[in-house]
């Protein structure tokens, strides 16, 4: 098949005007240290745009002082978080980009005994038990009140993917390709950490083991993560967490096609230092899917049932509580009644969401059930009743 230019997923309609100002946001590369920011350039040979020369100049200086605040935290606090313990395996939201897993996450942190990264961690784990306290104080007005892609608040204390963390920190991920979106994928074998060295394998763990104490030095409770690329390295995960808990969400894959392109063309635009141009990015959305849901297929029987849960993201809207409470029974999470008027809360303050509006060409619906029919029939989207033109993400 010729390649794909035939989505809209660029052209929500019937779609109101937004009555928010565009909203200046720092770019996530800022929070790099100094030492991840130069392997970033090198790799892709310094081709930062013209018009982008200005944030590599700031990324520069800012990801210099991160390296020297590093050094100072791991001085001040270092022996104490490498003593901290995990106590309590974290608990996974895995799924695929535009599923729900933001929607999930915000769900289960209203439980008193969880706790999560935040987008100030995430986006600052070299120095946030220094510094988190003064930036949130003093500065919220480096980080916009909505996200680029969609209508989902955001803020520093806002839950956040901690993929994020460990390229800030200087693990390779391919999330790094949006910083150069134009040379294509980069790392793609950081998606399921398969093929890995040993030994770039266990600096990974070893990374990440070390963001985790941070979070949990600061706040013992159980930590509620959420990342996409997760959904492929659940046999990592148990090897380093033998009691991990998963809850996997997935959505109409007619839905999640147009709205994860658009998820990647707005973070393109919004933190590349190249002018992006797309190329590609259709084929990269469908492979992703695709491996991301052959790994998941090939672990998913090393999880206990006890700890394993999964939802539609169309059933969890229609009835969140009762999935809640369903997610709660099955993981063995017990305490649901001390949470649910929280829930109650959170379900009646997000009642008038405003979920963006997206066409389907026939060629692009066809090419879909092509190559996804497997998830799409698996998890019950092949009926009759998603033969229709428009989508919702």
Request: aromatic share 14%; with cysteine; charged share 25%.
């Amino acid at each position: 098949m010729p390649p794909m230019t035939t989505v809209v997923a660029d052209k929500p309609v019937q779609q109101r005007p937004s009555a928010r100002k565009q909203e200046w946001m720092p770019r996530v590369w800022q929070g790099c240290d100094f030492f991840a920011w130069l392997r970033l350039l090198v790799r892709n040979r310094f081709a930062v745009h013209w018009s982008c020369g200005y944030i590599a100049a700031i990324a520069t200086l800012v990801t210099f002082c991160h390296t020297v605040l590093r050094y100072v935290q791991e001085g001040l606090y270092g022996r104490r978080v490498a003593r901290t313990p995990l106590r309590e395996a974290p608990l996974f939201i895995i799924g695929h980009w535009r599923t729900g897993t933001t929607m999930l996450h915000e769900m289960l942190i209203l439980d008193d005994r969880h706790t999560y990264p935040n987008t100030y961690q995430c986006f600052e784990p070299n120095h946030f038990l220094l510094t988190e306290r003064f930036f949130k104080r003093w500065m919220p007005f480096l980080m916009p009140s909505h996200r680029p892609m969609d209508n989902m608040a955001a803020g520093w204390d806002r839950p956040q993917e901690d993929e994020f963390a460990l390229c800030m920190m200087g693990q390779p991920s391919p999330y790094l390709a949006i910083a150069f979106p134009n040379h294509g994928p980069q790392y793609p074998e950081y998606l399921d950490l398969r093929g890995l060295s040993s030994r770039a394998l266990a600096s990974w763990e070893r990374t990440f083991v070390r963001f985790l104490k941070h979070l949990n030095y600061k706040d013992r409770r159980r930590l509620i993560l959420k990342s996409p690329p997760h959904t492929a390295r659940i046999r990592v995960l148990l090897e380093l967490f033998p009691d991990a808990r998963f809850v996997h969400i997935v959505r109409d894959p007619y839905v999640v096609f147009p709205s994860t392109v658009n998820l990647w063309k707005s973070l393109y635009r919004t933190h590349a230092l190249q002018r992006p141009t797309f190329a590609g990015l259709e084929e990269y959305v469908f492979t992703t899917f695709n491996r991301l849901y052959e790994n998941l297929e090939q672990d998913r029987g090393l999880v206990r049932p006890s700890r394993l849960y999964e939802l539609r993201y169309e059933d969890l809207v229609q009835d969140p509580l009762g999935k809640m409470q369903a997610l709660y029974k099955q993981l063995e999470l017990g305490g649901f009644e001390d949470v649910l008027p929280r829930l109650r809360n959170y379900v009646a303050q997000t009642a008038g969401y405003e979920r963006n509006r997206y066409e389907l060409t026939p060629e692009v619906r066809a090419e879909i059930e092509r190559r996804w029919h497997r998830v799409i029939h698996q998890y019950g989207y092949g009926g009759s009743e998603h033969d229709k033109m428009a989508t919702w993400s």
